[in-house]
DNA sequence: TGCCATTGTCGATGCGCTTCGACAGCGGCG
DNA sequence: CGCCGCTGTCGAAGCGCATCGACAATGGCA
């Protein structure tokens, strides 16, 4: 292993010499810089991670704590992780990758391990347990998603009470007048996931603004059970027009039985998804969306923990606006 | 911080009893045992990272090399690193994320900077260049996917070769006489991935050994690609009865287009998927699948890998053997 | 009873790095 | 000409741990 001393050797300077040329933290001569900047090429030389973290406090690493569940969007979360691991290593920070599965504990071994410098927590329920345990962890923190209670945490996420609003005034712009919403499976609102609970709040409020009919439906995975989420909308109200997803996984499910019905997208039924832009072309209709702006949350959420790591101690929340766009699922209802 | 020093105090012994207690690599009374594992667990010591490794130069961490490309399945990429994160942690280890992008470099670096103690690769190409860098790198090294020449490589993978065989055989024994393969985008194949050829390569020799008449052709995700995939296949033999799809992100639109096209499955043409096995539900029709064992890989991958860090310096090539569950999109070909 | 092997514990050392205080050399100023 | 304040470099200390050799205590055996 090549360390720091061969280096200095190599150069004919001191360690710590080559030290401050790696981090710029004293000033070094052009010449004792160039010196030293070839000697590391040369030798191909890395610091010592460990020594690095031990001496210093600081391990240039992020850990990111993500759901496996299945019963929530495998592709965002996939998304998300991928632009969380780039926008790190833009800042010259790696990522660790922990499960939500280990529960509060994880964090606390994490933490007092001294194994990463902040923690990224995706899928964060309204009253999650881990809250409180992070609060007291005094390392920073950045949460994807909202809990009830923040208190000093960063938060970044989707404003999900907006892009349900959003969803329905495009409807009732084109002239719905009856909607319903398909929202995640049932398990995602027993959780207490607060997206679920924000993109309700905001589909009711501009159903109730807009003076249209709304309706509303968790639906699990399976195709029988977007089949008889159908039955039961079409059921309670024949006049429907307008589809709201908020549920990516059950879309191919949905469009192939509404063709199935008989009903044509979008000439007798409107459908607007939630789901990442990726996904809107992947079907036989092109989808009318509401993207979930999972990279950019990703980066977003990295560029606040490097702020916290900088030192601008104050907690932010950050609610990204909802983008639609308008594509081939949604046109004017038929008189 | 609580250091091993505060646990010595505090059990009043000498902090290289300590130590010694945790890893267990000296004989300890049972008294003195108990006192420290007291003091551990009231004070909440955890063992400092970075300290440890670098008097141990173990990291306790394994890092994984992930495609961040979308033209590839992404479920199948979460559920292995799904898996793999929690291999590892049974064994006490951490998961580090790298993308594939950083190219080679990056795996320079994770090795020369000791911040993991082992490499795991995903979508390793035919003649993928961070082969002989790897080779090089004196860390244990398991490649998922079998490159070209794996030289002193562990590998593991689903035997592909088996599973383009499974496939075809399953449907000659119901009795189809032309079969077609839908293979994965054409950006796979171009790029070398070899366990696109293995398939291929499988489906070929079995349609041979069946007698049967067999095309193939690769297909990109959009809408569009696959149903002139589609026309393309039918024109050219408008007896096709079966089909095999090793392209998990166009069943939806298949499906949809074959129903649309007045092809009932299975009654007019049969559809044999490579897949996860919880994509099989999702589709109005439950599809008879070959398995990708992401999680069985996973597991596989990182058991291995702690294989050879407990020294066992031996390369081995495990690939699993494909399983074929029948469900209702396969059946004899009307006469 | 005396000796040796075994068991359990302790101190000291060093892993590779960052960082702090010290200080030599130098130019600018009065 | 002499002093001061920079700039650039060095040496030493210490981060928290694992590990090695040393060694006291103990028990078994002759």
Redesign the interface.
Known sequence: ??TINDVATAAGVAPSTVSYVISGKRSISPKTRRLVEESIRKL???????????ASSK?N?LA?VVP?R?DLN??V???F??SA??AA?AHDH??????K??GPAAL??VA????ADALMVMDVEAADPRVPMLIALDLPVVLIGVPDHPAGLSCVDLDFTAAGSACVAHLADLGHRSVALIGPSPAVYRRGTSYATRFLRGFDDAAKSHDIRATNRPCA???EAVSACLDDLLTADPDLTGLVVHNE?V???L???L??RGLRVPEDISVVAVCPD?MA????VRLTTVAIPAEEVGAQAVEMTMRRLAGHTTPEVRLLGPRLTRRDSTAAPRT
């Not at 790696?94 to 499960?99: R, S």
């Not at 072309?281 to 036989?284: A, M």
């Open positions: 292993m090549v191909g030389y890395h610091p010592h991670a460990g020594a690095r973290a031990l391990t690493v990111l496996l299945t495998v592709a979360v996939m998304e992780v991928a691991v780039t290593r790696d990522l660790l990758l922990l499960t599965d280990e606390q071994r007092s391990s001294a194994i995975h399976s195709y996984a879309l191919p499910g469009l192939s039985d063709r199935h990726s072309e992947q079907h036989p």
